[in-house]
C-alpha cells in the first residue's frame, strides 16, 4: 500500500468523522438561555418607601439578557430598596423606580438632612470635591455696622455626599443592577466635571445653621478639607475654678484665721427656701 492510498484512506476517515459531528450537533438538545426571575410589585409602593418584603412578589422568568437590558432586579434583592417613583401593582421593578437608598436621598441614614450651597472653584478646593470628603465650611462678609470684614467657621466636619456642576452631574452613570446579586452598579461614561455645588449630610439643626448663614445673613462660603478627618471638634468644658478664701492682709494671725473659718461657714450654709404653704405654693 502506497503513501497515495493511505493519504485517500486518512481523508475519507477525516470526512466520515466530520459528517458524524455535524449529525450530532443538529440532533443535540440546544442549551437552555440563563433566566432570571424578576421583582414586581404587589401593592401600590409609594414615592420614597423603603421596600419590603410584603410590598413585593416574583413575576415570570425572564432571559437574562433581558434583565440586563431593561435593568431588571431578582426578586430576592430589591427589599431595602427605595421606591423613586409611583410603582403601581404589577409593575417590573428595575433601577429606575427602585435603587439603594444612599442612591435616593444620598445618604441611608434617614436622620441626617441633606442640604446643598454653590461657591466659586476656587472656593471649593478647585472644584475637585468628590462624595465621601469631609470638609470645614466657613463665611465670610462684611459687618453693616461697623464695615468691617469677617469670616466664621460655620459648621467644621461637614460630610460631602454629592457634587455637581451647577446641578448638572460631574460624571455620567448609568444604573445597571447585577441580574444574578442583585447588586446595584453603575457604568461611569463621559469626561469628569468641576465641582461647584456640594451636597453635605448633617444634623437637621446644622443643616438650619448652613441655610441661616448663606441665606438669611448672607455670607459668602468658602470650603476646605479637614485637616485631619478623624479629629473631634468638641472640647471638654473648662471646670469652674474653685472659689478661694478672701484674703485678709493686715490682719494678726489669730484674726485673719478666724474671719476665714467665718467666710467658709458662710459660704457653706445653704440659703434657706421659702417657706412652702399647705397648697404647694410659697408665701
Given at each position: 500500500m502506497n503513501s497515495r492510498t493511505l493519504l485517500i484512506i486518512l481523508l475519507v476517515f477525516l470526512l466520515g468523522v466530520g459528517a458524524i459531528l455535524t449529525i450530532a450537533e443538529l440532533f443535540k438538545t440546544p442549551a437552555t438561555p440563563a433566566s432570571m426571575t424578576?421583582?414586581?410589585?404587589?401593592?401600590?409602593?409609594?414615592?420614597?418607601?423603603?421596600?419590603?418584603?410584603?410590598?413585593?412578589k416574583a413575576g415570570q422568568p425572564v432571559r437574562?439578557?433581558?434583565?440586563?437590558?431593561?435593568?431588571?432586579?431578582?426578586?430576592?434583592?430589591?427589599?431595602?430598596k427605595m421606591a423613586t417613583d409611583l410603582i403601581t401593582p404589577n409593575t417590573l421593578i428595575n433601577g429606575v423606580n427602585a435603587k439603594p437608598i444612599e442612591e435616593v436621598r444620598f445618604v441611608e441614614d434617614l436622620?441626617?438632612?441633606?442640604?446643598?450651597?454653590?461657591?466659586?472653584?476656587?472656593?471649593?478646593?478647585?472644584?475637585?470635591?468628590?462624595p465621601g470628603h469631609i470638609v470645614n465650611l466657613y463665611g465670610f462678609g462684611r459687618d453693616e455696622k461697623t464695615r468691617e470684614n469677617f469670616t466664621v467657621m460655620v459648621e467644621p466636619r461637614l460630610w460631602v455626599v454629592n457634587v455637581s456642576q451647577s446641578g448638572r452631574d460631574v460624571d455620567s452613570a448609568t444604573p445597571q443592577p447585577d441580574p444574578e446579586?442583585?447588586?446595584?452598579?453603575?457604568t461611569i461614561g463621559g469626561q469628569m466635571g468641576t465641582a461647584t455645588l456640594i451636597t453635605v449630610a448633617t444634623k437637621p439643626q446644622n443643616a438650619m445653621h448652613i441655610i441661616d448663614s448663606l441665606g438669611a445673613q448672607g455670607l459668602?462660603?468658602?470650603?476646605?478639607?479637614?485637616?485631619?478627618?478623624?479629629?473631634?471638634?468638641?472640647?471638654?468644658?473648662?471646670?469652674?475654678?474653685?472659689?478661694?478664701?478672701?484674703?485678709?492682709?493686715?490682719?494678726?494671725?489669730?484674726?485673719a484665721l478666724t474671719a476665714t473659718a467665718l467666710w467658709k461657714q458662710i459660704n457653706s450654709t445653704p440659703v434657706a427656701g421659702p417657706p412652702r404653704t399647705g397648697f404647694g405654693g410659697s408665701r
Open positions: 424578576p421583582a414586581i410589585a404587589a401593592v401600590q409602593i409609594e414615592p420614597y418607601t423603603v421596600i419590603t418584603q410584603d410590598m413585593i437574562q439578557s433581558v434583565a440586563i437590558e431593561k435593568g431588571l432586579y431578582p426578586a430576592e434583592a430589591v427589599i431595602g436622620g441626617l438632612e441633606v442640604v446643598s450651597f454653590q461657591a466659586g472653584v476656587d472656593r471649593l478646593v478647585g472644584g475637585q470635591l468628590r446579586t442583585g447588586e446595584y452598579k453603575e459668602q462660603a468658602w470650603v476646605t478639607l479637614a485637616a485631619n478627618q478623624t479629629v473631634d471638634f468638641t472640647r471638654a468644658a473648662t471646670p469652674a475654678a474653685t472659689a478661694k478664701a478672701p484674703a485678709t492682709p493686715g490682719l494678726p494671725l489669730d484674726l
